[in-house]
Structures are given as structure tokens and as C-alpha cells.
């Protein structure tokens, strides 16, 4: 007689029940990936369009891509260095996407953009 091999019912519940957690996970984080790219866009774009703009244009200019795109992040939370080697664009902001009653997901975001052509981008 051969031994049976195979996956047993409550084997199935549990790689569902992972699959599903994961899957969840995935789908509460797209709204703060989108804003995140969003941002990398606009920041992108004002490096190209304002570099040797005063700060407060540049950060009026990422207030109305901001109000156009829709995401939380505003001008005067910006970085702008501005020195006679070129200007750099970041900022480094935080969001808390809810997952399931009191437990939260802290995903910490970095966008920088320099006219020097370096640039730093990192969601983690």
C-alpha cells in the first residue's frame, strides 16, 4: 500500500489564512506607495521646472501639484538646500497604514533630488 502524500484540510486553512494576511497587507499599503511616488514625481518634476527658484516658489509649486494629486504632504515640510553648486529637493516623512484593530504598519519614506544629477529615494 502507498503512503498518501498530499495537503491535509487544516494545512490548507493555515497557508490561506497566511496568503490572505499578506494579501491585505498588500493592498493597505497602496494608497501610501501611491502618495509616495506621487511626491518622488513632483519632486522630480521641481528639480527639473524651479531649481533656481526661491524656496517659497518651489514650495508653493509642490502645494499645487499637492492639491492636483491629492496626497497629505505640504510645501513647508520640504528640504530645500539651495547653494551656488545647485539646489537639492527632499523630504523624509512617516505613515501609519492600520492593518487590523490596533495593529499598525510604520512605513518611513525618504525623497531627495539634487540638480547635480544625485539622487536618494528610499521607502522602507
Same mark, same amino acid.
Do not use: W
Given at each position: 500500500m502507498?503512503?498518501?502524500?498530499?495537503?491535509?484540510?487544516?494545512?490548507?486553512? %493555515?497557508?490561506?489564512?497566511? %496568503?490572505?494576511f499578506f494579501v491585505l497587507l498588500g493592498i493597505k499599503c497602496v494608497p501610501a506607495y501611491t502618495e509616495y511616488f506621487g511626491v518622488k514625481n513632483a519632486i522630480t518634476a521641481l528639480?527639473?521646472?524651479?531649481?533656481?527658484?526661491?524656496?517659497? /516658489?518651489?514650495?508653493?509649486?509642490?502645494?499645487?501639484?499637492?492639491?492636483i494629486e491629492g496626497y497629505k504632504i505640504r510645501g513647508d515640510e520640504l528640504d530645500i538646500d539651495q547653494t551656488p553648486n545647485g539646489t537639492t529637493i527632499g523630504i523624509e516623512y512617516d505613515r501609519e497604514v492600520p492593518v487590523a484593530a490596533n495593529i499598525s504598519l510604520k512605513i518611513h519614506f @525618504?525623497?531627495?533630488?539634487? @540638480?547635480?544629477?544625485?539622487?536618494? /529615494?528610499q521607502g522602507q
Amino acid at each position: 500500500m502507498k503512503k498518501q502524500r498530499g495537503l491535509s484540510l487544516f494545512g490548507l486553512l %493555515v497557508i490561506g489564512a497566511l %496568503v490572505g494576511f499578506f494579501v491585505l497587507l498588500g493592498i493597505k499599503c497602496v494608497p501610501a506607495y501611491t502618495e509616495y511616488f506621487g511626491v518622488k514625481n513632483a519632486i522630480t518634476a521641481l528639480i527639473k521646472d524651479s531649481a533656481s527658484a526661491p524656496a517659497q /516658489e518651489i514650495r508653493a509649486a509642490f502645494d499645487k501639484r499637492g492639491l492636483i494629486e491629492g496626497y497629505k504632504i505640504r510645501g513647508d515640510e520640504l528640504d530645500i538646500d539651495q547653494t551656488p553648486n545647485g539646489t537639492t529637493i527632499g523630504i523624509e516623512y512617516d505613515r501609519e497604514v492600520p492593518v487590523a484593530a490596533n495593529i499598525s504598519l510604520k512605513i518611513h519614506f @525618504t525623497v531627495s533630488q539634487s @540638480t547635480a544629477g544625485k539622487s536618494a /529615494e528610499q521607502g522602507q
